[in-house]
């Protein structure tokens, strides 16, 4: 796909808890104040630090949640039963299309309230979100009355779920459904912390109900209860994290007002304008990454379906690992496009296609340098041919990881049809791609039809756009991302092999440490190719950061 990351910087629909909210301080002059803000917006600070702090919380969200995964889920395995697991997964997994009620709205609302907060407009910012509150709130109505189908017409007929299940179901449903309903007026509230640039709230409330729900977790199977009570109190724990992120969206925007007489259809209008295309690329992303496993299913069978299931675990996990930065991203280029800062754009561009490559290009030597031991020492013998597809997959992660800023620019500054129009082409193109080659080259052929699509729209047509937005050419814009990847990756690669022929890794303790001594040499190496300026300045935005933090740490005492 077009790049799930800059396709989706926020998604109103999204559970706030999984959600990063976020942007960046490059200074940019502001326009004529409209209604003047008590505080001032974040342009006027700057955006190297404010994107440092994002990206080390997220990333330390992420590893929160990874930990948090790796222990819980054979913890809960073991006290529901493989039975009572796999009914909650089932029940959850149907909630997940309701992300399409979103129509688009999330990145819409995000890019008005950015540019609104640009200007300095409160007044604008309080009724854009006022109205989308009662927008939301309507497609919350919708969830609610699609959940209540789902509850009273389609579980009691499911397949597969046997009589005595089927209470159990529609109460988790129920509650499931619950916290969707809810969650999408709520979520309106994060576009503000988003524009203010205040992410690093967003994130350390996260990684609180993390930790938080991991504890309540352990604590309600561990005294006996079952899957509804489990469920019930994570839900409660969830709507209770709504409040925290209206905490952090009043603590980013104090003079944020949700009044019902601020509700402007006008409004919705120009939103919908701009959102329309950000919901024909949420169907681009259905069909470009939910179809293969139907695919496979239907072609190859369940048991292809399972070796493909760890190909993209792995390949998920690249792209989580490498795309926390992108995330941040968007509102930062709404920001410099609404007061006309091309050369704000084309700093943000170079600097976040640099910093994704590096950190893409490392991780996906040590992914394809050591892909087959790490499948063998993780799932054990059987699954050897998710070596391939991961081969692949892994490829075209760098292109979707590298790519993410380019799309940022793209949506961020009005070019949103040109990556609608991709996005589903390229969707178009995988889905045939990988039913045409299935069939010859099993799920390696599904791997190839999901790549090249990718590699095609990002090459030949997102990457000259976005080059053009900002007044660069291609040219010069490779000379000034890809020298440091390439510097790092050539010692990398040689240590791979080194590793690979004369110490072989067997046990994934070995995978992993091997793994972390190749990252060590490729980020070393990196720092070749960077030029001496460039250097100065991430060591400069280093230092601030570990000075904010110790100037943190001294306030907490």
């Known amino acids: 796909m077009v790049g799930r990351d800059c396709l989706h910087p926020v998604s109103p629909n999204t559970h706030l808890d999984d959600v990063a909210f976020s942007g960046t301080d490059l200074e940019a002059p502001l326009l004529p104040v409209t209604t003047s803000a008590p505080n001032p917006a974040p342009s006027e600070v700057g955006t190297a630090l ?315 030597i040590c992914v394809i340098g050591f892909a087959s031991p790490l499948v063998h020492a993780w799932m054990g013998p059987g699954f050897e041919e998710s070596v391939p597809p991961l081969v692949v997959l892994a490829i075209a992660g760098v292109a979707l990881v590298g790519q993410g800023p380019l799309g940022n620019v793209l949506l961020g500054t009005g070019r949103h049809k040109l990556v609608a129009v991709v996005a589903f082409l390229e969707a178009l193109a995988n889905l045939v791609l990988s039913l045409l080659l299935v069939h010859r080259f099993g799920i390696l052929g599904v791997a190839l039809g999901t790549a090249i699509p990718v590699l095609v729209a990002n090459s030949v047509t997102l990457l000259p756009a976005a080059c053009r937005t900002v007044g660069l050419s291609v040219a010069r814009f490779s000379w000034l991302v890809l020298p440091a990847p390439i510097a790092g990756a050539v010692p990398a690669i040689l240590a791979v092999a080194a590793f690979r022929i004369l110490l072989p890794p067997i046990r994934f303790v070995d995978v992993i440490t091997e793994g972390a001594v190749v990252g060590a040499i490729y980020m070393i190496a990196v720092t070749v190719g960077l030029t001496a300026d460039v250097r100065a300045r991430y060591l400069r935005q280093v230092g601030r950061l570990v000075s904010r933090v110790g100037r943190f740490r001294a306030a907490a005492a």
């Open 50 to 364: 404010p994107l440092m702090t994002g990206a080390v919380t997220r990333y330390t969200l992420l590893a929160v949640n990874i930990g948090v995964g790796l222990f819980l889920m054979p913890f809960t395995v073991r006290h529901l039963g493989q039975s009572d697991y796999g009914l909650w997964m089932l029940v959850a997994s149907l909630t997940y299309y309701f992300q399409l009620l979103d129509l688009g709205y999330g990145s819409g609302v995000v890019r008005q309230v950015t540019e609104a907060d640009a200007r300095q407009d409160v007044d604008r910012v309080n009724r854009i979100l006022s109205t989308f509150v009662g927008v939301y709130g309507a497609l919350g109505a919708a969830a609610a009355i699609g959940v209540t189908v789902l509850v009273l017409f389609l579980l009691p007929h499911f397949p597969r779920i046997s009589p005595g299940q089927v209470w159990t179901a529609q109460v988790l449903l129920a509650i499931i459904g619950l916290r969707v309903v809810v969650g999408f007026p709520m979520s309106v509230f994060g576009a503000v912390t988003n524009a203010r640039q205040r992410f690093a709230l967003n994130n350390s409330v996260a990684i609180v109900l993390s930790l938080l729900n991991a504890l309540v977790t352990y604590l309600v199977l561990s005294s006996g209860h079952g899957l509804v009570p489990l469920v019930a109190s994570t839900t409660a724990l969830s709507l209770l994290g709504y409040g925290a992120y209206v905490w952090t969206a009043h603590r980013a925007f104090p003079p944020l007002r949700i009044r019902p007489r601020l509700f402007d259809r006008r409004i919705v209008r120009e939103v919908t304008t701009f959102s329309v295309y950000f919901f024909m690329i949420d169907i681009a992303v259905q069909i470009g990454f939910n179809l293969d496993n139907l695919v496979i299913g239907g072609v190859l069978g369940t048991t292809a379906v399972a070796i493909y299931a760890v190909t993209l675990r792995i390949a998920d996990y690249q792209r989580q690992l490498c795309s926390q930065v992108n995330n941040l991203l968007f509102p930062v280029v709404v920001r410099f496009g609404s007061v006309g800062r091309t050369d704000a754009l084309r700093d943000t561009l170079v600097e976040g296609t640099r910093i994704a490559l590096v950190m893409v290009v490392g991780v996906t």
